[in-house]
């Protein structure tokens, strides 16, 4: 009985499972902590028959040292700014809020709904020390833009950021 042919496939799908792992774990190390859980238990006519959900998404982020400050730029479309809720805890930007996004089109005979809803917390960490009252934010066209200035100390408090 001839098993070439069978060890060839056995090695090819080795080699392919490799790769595939090999991508997803560059993938994980390169966008690990942009990857956000959004938990929805919306009240809405159209989930009101289905329990909690949650769903993944990228909350992208850009942390660039400027002078003697800090600056973030965050994707997050489809917000308003009292959908935020910025605070520091430390080293630490937190950014929680709430999505309401819903996109409807017509392509052809069929309508298309897209629909994002739900609840989310993403922390970033900070490359140095900063003084979170000095703290500014602002949101528009789907980025969040936060300006925190650095500090020499420690930068343990809590601070909540207003985001005009």
Not at 13 to 29: F, I, N, V
Request: aromatic fraction near 8%; charge should be negative; glycine fraction near 8%.
């Amino acid at each position: 009985m001839n098993d070439r042919p069978l060890h060839r496939l056995r090695r090819a799908l080795t080699d392919s499972w490799e790769q595939l792992a090999t991508g997803w774990r560059h993938l994980w190390s390169r966008a690990g902590e942009a990857l956000t859980e959004f938990t929805s238990d919306d009240h809405s006519p159209d989930l009101q028959q289905q329990p909690a959900r949650n769903h993944w998404s990228l909350l992208s982020a850009d942390v660039v040292e400027v002078g003697d400050q800090l600056e973030l730029d965050i994707e997050v479309p489809g917000m308003d700014p009292g959908d935020f809720d910025l605070s520091i805890d430390g080293q630490q930007l937190r950014i929680a809020g709430e999505r309401h996004y819903s996109n409807q089109r017509r392509e052809g005979a069929y309508w298309l709904t897209e629909r994002a809803y739900g609840r989310f917390v993403r922390s970033i960490s900070l490359p140095a020390a900063v003084q979170p009252e000095g703290a500014k934010a602002s949101y528009r066209n789907g980025i969040l833009h936060v300006e925190i200035p650095k500090a020499a100390g420690a930068g343990q408090r809590h601070h909540r950021i207003r985001i005009d």
